[in-house]
């Protein structure tokens, strides 16, 4: 419903406001359009060369790392030369270059070099610490200790330079003072993966191998291994490797300079991050790590978490773009996040067959053209403003004038209307002044007439509802009567009949069990004669009032005879209605009294269920529970006559 004001202003806005404002947004419209076209095609053009000259410098910088990691793996390849032709010459073991070194055999188990002599410290776990051959191997690499040092020293990725054995000798330089409370007393090195990632079954061409991202039981933090498997006649005699932490990996990736501001991270062939700057770890929402608090040796091999997986990363847009460059080796691809344009490029380091990643906002690239964008746009804003506040004070006056319009004619059809409002609570319809418009008038006169006659309809049909209301509460009352017993005010046979079908039926549909309680007052004619009439109805009502103290919920209860009960107990088998019996029974022997004292009063009981399957009547299974309490009063009065399905 749309009230006369209304109206008539709309007629005003969609004859003067609405042909004028559509002309006018349509040119708004027009000129963001064009200028966002012409924003967006060199915007375009712009990403498309800047992020050839991100991947070029990408490039550049991948191709630096691999001749890092290219520097780190032919020293390992000298080691490994070195160490297998060492096994291969037993007089080259004989070598101490820094003299001979001083082993003990430590409280836990753990044999180990005592001094530093200025080489590599050495473990033996306890399994193999009283082994002489193993002592003896432990001894005669000494002479791998010069190739360690010049790793370490030499090599500035390199924090750490060890070989591992198979009967678990730990050669570790820089050299750790209490190495046999880092490392666990009966570790067993073949189980960490700087080794098993080395052994024939992972590594069957026998070739350098690098790790991914662990946490070092040496005590260095989170790193990354080149390890290389030592052979002596076809046997694996142990592995060695350069230990590169991922702090030196960030230094690294920290160093990298990218343009427009670039963050670059670098991740393994498994898709797992291994080191990320700074900046990415905003963008990303990681924390990369790079201490550990050792408050327990490392008994097992720890990699970095799965939430390091590109297919894990927290945002969407980034996971979705960065694995789907992974998977399908792509160079460069754009994704938006958080309102922000930012271009993801890629290069393979082929040393480690990792691949370097860095992440570019493009709004850096594009600042020229957003700029003048911007200004475009605060123009546009501008015109709009103007425009609006012409439009203001246009709608100001075209309103005032429709206002006075309308009201001319709005206001006798609200005279009306309030008359009518008033006439339909009940009042004497009072015609509206005349407005001298004719249509409005005869109007007014017709409502008035309408009103009288609806007035009358409705005292009339008030009168008639009165009647049929007073004429359902009498016949409730008659109902009720009819269906409820006079003295105990409980269901008679009629009522227990109308309301015991209804629960039978149920029962039947929801194949839920139905018991029949029904006993008797015994002798009941005798205690007339004894008592009088009066005392054997207090008799009645008090075993009434037992018998709804004790009654389960949803269960019916009757008075269909004199000195007769009958209780249907909905959802209960006959075993529970017996036990209710009995209860019932020693209830009423205890609590009946006559003229102040307690009274023995004689009862019969009988129990009996209703049959689910068959099409058993109420009136049947009353009948069964009759012929059970007559039976009953031939037996002792502290049985209870049952027949159980």
């Not at 060199?42 to 060369?49: H, I, P, T, V």
């Not at 009654?551 to 209780?567: H, V, W």
Request: aromatic share 8%; proline share 4%.
């Amino acid at each position: 419903m749309i009230p006369l004001n209304s109206l008539i202003t709309s007629h005003f806005r969609k004859l003067f406001l609405i042909p004028v404002l559509t002309l006018e947004l349509a040119l708004l419209a027009m000129y963001f359009i064009v200028n966002q076209l012409i924003t967006d095609e060199s915007r375009q053009d712009l990403l498309f060369e800047r992020s050839q000259n991100v991947y070029e410098h990408l490039a550049m910088r991948a191709q630096d790392l691999n001749h890092r990691f290219n520097e780190v793996r032919l020293m390992l390849e000298l080691i490994q030369a070195e160490q297998q032709r060492s096994f291969a010459s037993p007089a080259s073991q004989n070598y101490f270059p820094n003299g001979a070194a001083e082993f003990v055999l430590e409280d836990n188990g753990v044999w180990r070099k005592r001094v530093d002599n200025g080489g590599a410290s050495v473990f033996v776990s306890r399994q193999f610490a009283s082994n002489s051959e193993t002592q003896r191997k432990a001894m005669s690499t000494e002479n791998f200790d010069p190739l360690f040092i010049a790793a370490v020293d030499q090599i500035e990725l390199v924090d750490a330079a060890y070989f591992n054995s198979f009967d678990n000798i730990n050669r570790y330089y820089p050299f750790i003072e209490d190495v046999h409370l880092q490392f666990p007393a009966d570790m067993h090195i073949p189980n960490y993966n700087f080794y098993y990632l080395a052994d024939y079954q992972h590594n069957p061409e026998r070739q350098m191998v690098w790790t991914p991202a662990y946490l070092d039981p040496a005590g260095q933090g989170w790193m990354v291994s080149a390890i290389a498997p030592i052979y002596h006649q076809d046997r694996l005699e142990g592995v060695s490797g350069l230990d590169i932490t991922l702090d030196s990996m960030i230094s690294e990736i920290e160093q990298l300079v990218l343009p427009f501001a670039g963050e670059s991270f670098l991740v393994d062939e498994g898709g797992r991050i291994i080191a990320m700057s700074s900046g990415i770890q905003q963008l990303l929402n990681l924390r990369e790590l790079t201490h550990h608090d050792y408050d327990k040796v490392v008994t097992q091999t720890h990699e970095k978490p799965d939430e390091y997986l590109i297919q894990q990363l927290p945002y969407s847009a980034f996971r979705q773009s960065i694995s789907g460059m992974f998977e399908h080796n792509e160079h460069t691809r754009y994704v938006e996040h958080n309102d922000e344009i930012f271009l993801i490029a890629s290069q393979q380091i082929t040393e480690t067959n990792w691949r370097l990643y860095s992440i570019t906002n493009a709004d850096q690239v594009v600042l020229r053209i957003n700029e003048l964008d911007q200004l475009a746009i605060e123009l546009g804003i501008i015109a709009i403003g103007l425009m609006i506040l012409f439009y203001l004070l246009f709608y100001i006056l075209v309103k005032y004038q429709s206002g006075k319009l309308s009201q001319r004619i709005s206001a006798p059809i609200q005279e009306l209307q309030q008359s009518s409002r008033q006439a339909s609570k009940g009042n004497p319809f009072i015609a509206p002044n005349e407005s001298g418009i004719d249509e409005l008038d005869e109007l007014g006169n017709s409502i008035g007439s309408m009103v009288e006659i609806l007035n009358e309809q409705a005292r009339n049909l008030i009168r008639g509802q009165q009647k049929l209301s007073s004429e359902q509460s009498h016949r409730a009352r008659l109902e009720q009567q009819v269906s409820t017993d006079e003295l105990t005010h409980l269901l008679n046979r009629r009522g227990l009949l109308s309301q015991g079908e209804k629960a039978l039926q149920y029962a039947k549909e929801q194949q839920q069990p139905l018991s029949v309680i029904q006993f008797e007052i015994g002798q009941y004619p005798q205690l007339i004669e004894r008592h009088g009439i009066s005392k054997a109805e207090q008799l009645i009502l008090q075993c009434a009032n037992c018998c709804q103290a004790l009654m389960p919920e949803n269960a019916i209860l009757a008075y269909p005879a004199t000195a007769q009960f009958i209780l249907l107990m909905p959802n209960a088998d006959i075993e529970h209605a017996i036990n209710h019996a009995r209860r019932l029974r020693s209830e009423l022997y205890l609590s009946i009294e006559i003229d102040g004292s307690s009274a023995s009063v004689l009862t019969h009981f009988a129990v009996t269920a209703a049959s689910l399957e068959s099409h058993e009547s109420l009136l049947s299974i009353l009948a069964k529970a009759q012929q059970l309490l007559e039976q009953s009063r031939h037996r002792p009065q502290t049985s209870i006559q049952t027949e159980r399905h």
